[in-house]
């Protein structure tokens, strides 16, 4: 989840956005499994304490993650658009127990395979 300083515009915020939804063509997300959302609906507003944007990815396993975490492109971005206008950062990875995995199979996505 992402939360930027009160002086970071609109574009700025939109532009990383854009930027980090294309991080899901690397190799490393898992059937290019990666979505930005935001801005927040929560009621009332106050539950999101300021966070504005949150991303979820899918990986195949630890080292999928770590390569993501680790590309030169995840870093570019980070780098460029969010490190120096950030206010906060949470970054909370988790594994799927195995018996849930049936929960994360989707069906391909048309005209990006």
């Known amino acids: 989840m992402f939360k930027f300083r009160s002086e970071v515009t609109a574009a700025h915020k939109a532009t990383f956005v854009r930027e980090l939804k294309r991080l899901k063509n690397l190799e490393c997300v898992k059937s290019h499994r990666l979505v930005v959302g935001g801005p927040s609906v929560t009621d009332p507003i106050e539950r999101s304490k300021g966070f504005e944007f949150a991303l979820l990815s899918f990986h195949e396993n630890r080292q999928e993650l ?38 994360w199979n989707f069906l391909p996505i048309i005209g990006m395979l």
Do not use: C, G, N
């Open 66 to 103: 770590d390569k993501y975490q680790a590309s030169k492109e995840h870093h570019w971005v980070t780098s460029t658009y969010l490190l120096p206008y950030k206010e906060d950062v949470i970054r909370f990875d988790f594994e799927v127990a195995p018996e849930e995995e049936h929960m």
